[in-house]
């Protein structure tokens, strides 16, 4: 495997986007989410701090590098979507961007991706629809190639 490559910047996504063709021709295989909560041997609720909320996601491309994988800590919100009558799972085109003030009282830039380039995260709905995007909402994001 890779080393991580930190998105800190423009320039970062930039190169995460040229080398993953976009997403281009792509698919989640999984998901691994950890709250970071638990319950101690005291029966005391531990609820872990915002780093503590980690979701890694596996992807599979048509094209090089094959799987890639994502790590997302801080995660906010997330929407996935499984199953939809008439659409397939593939990626078209991704986006990531850096976003300020899409969550209520929250000031920090999150950094959000989606499977649908064009997403706008404020008009995010929890209703449920098809065709619908999934979404990842966090404090940071990180990158590898998995060999």
Not at 16 to 26: K, R, V
Not at 81 to 92: E, K, L
């Amino acid at each position: 495997m890779s080393e991580w490559k930190e998105i800190r910047s423009e320039n970062d996504i930039d190169e995460i986007m040229e080398t993953l063709c976009g997403f281009h021709d792509s698919c989640i295989v999984s998901m691994n989410y950890k709250s970071g909560a638990f319950v101690d041997e005291k029966y005391a609720m531990n609820f872990g701090s915002a780093d503590d909320r980690e979701m890694t996601v596996i992807f599979h491309s048509q094209w090089e590098p094959k799987v890639f994988e994502l790590c997302f800590t801080g995660v906010r919100q997330m929407h996935l979507v499984g199953w939809q009558d008439n659409y397939s799972c593939d990626i078209f085109s991704a986006g990531i961007s850096f976003c300020s003030n899409i969550l209520p009282g929250i000031q920090d830039q999150l950094i959000v991706w989606t499977d649908y380039g064009p997403f706008n995260p404020s008009d995010a709905e929890g209703s449920l629809k098809e065709p619908a995007d999934t979404y990842i909402i966090s404090n940071s994001l990180k990158w590898r190639i998995i060999e």
